[in-house]
Each structure stands twice: as C-alpha cells, then as structure tokens.
Nanobody, 122 residues
C-alpha cells in the first residue's frame, strides 16, 4: 500500500504561480510512476502530467504544456507540480496518483491522494 498526501494548493491571481507537493509513504520502495490529475466543478477528471520512476520520461496535457513542470525527488518520496502562468480555467481539485505504468489514463493508477484545491482568480 502507498499513501499519498497533496499540499500546496490555494488561491492565486491569474498569471501567478503555485507549487504542489505529493508526499508518498508506505511501500514506496516499489518505486511507482506518478501523475497529477485535476477535476473542476461539473467536469470530468482530466490528466495534467505524469513522470516515470527515474524522472527520465515526463508527459503533459496540451493545456498545461509549457506552463507546468512535473518533477520528483525519490530520496524524499515526494513529487512536485510547479504551475506558472496560471489561468482561471486551471481552477480545480488537483490529485496525485501512483501506478505501475506511465499513463495519462486515471484507470491505470492504483493509489490516489485526497486532493488539494487550486483556485485562480481573474
């Protein structure tokens, strides 16, 4: 079992930045691929970014490419999402997830955090 806890969400003005963190505990020695997803009110959950176990592979949704950067520090069992040039449409609950494969599909992830709210005001 892996437990994931997100932090770093909050309220920011459009054009601003936030950095989300996802701390993993439990059986982290298994070394999972990890990802970020988000869900806005009334909308389906969508893929944001994913990163491989060794950080060699990263993938982004078209809507976040060039503005968001995913990274991880395996020594600290923590993954990050640096979000720059935030837009009101980035407002959502952001979830981190861990799984055995690199994927943009939420069904491919086995473990999920509880989410952290990001609100971008215009």
């Amino acid at each position: 079992q892996v437990q994931l806890v997100e932090s770093g969400g909050g309220l920011v003005q459009a054009g601003g930045s936030l950095r989300l963190s996802c701390a993993a505990s439990g059986r982290t020695d298994s070394s999972y691929n990890m990802g970020w997803f988000r869900q806005a009110p009334g909308k389906e959950q969508e893929f944001v970014a994913t990163i491989s176990k060794s950080s060699i592979i990263t993938r982004y949704a078209d809507s976040t490419k060039g503005r968001f950067t995913i990274s991880r520090d395996n020594a600290k069992n923590t993954m990050y999402l640096q979000m720059n040039s935030l837009k009101p449409e980035d407002t959502a609950v952001y979830y981190c997830a861990a799984g055995s494969i690199i994927s943009s599909r939420s069904n491919d992830y086995d473990y999920w955090g509880q989410g952290t709210q990001v609100t971008v005001s215009s």
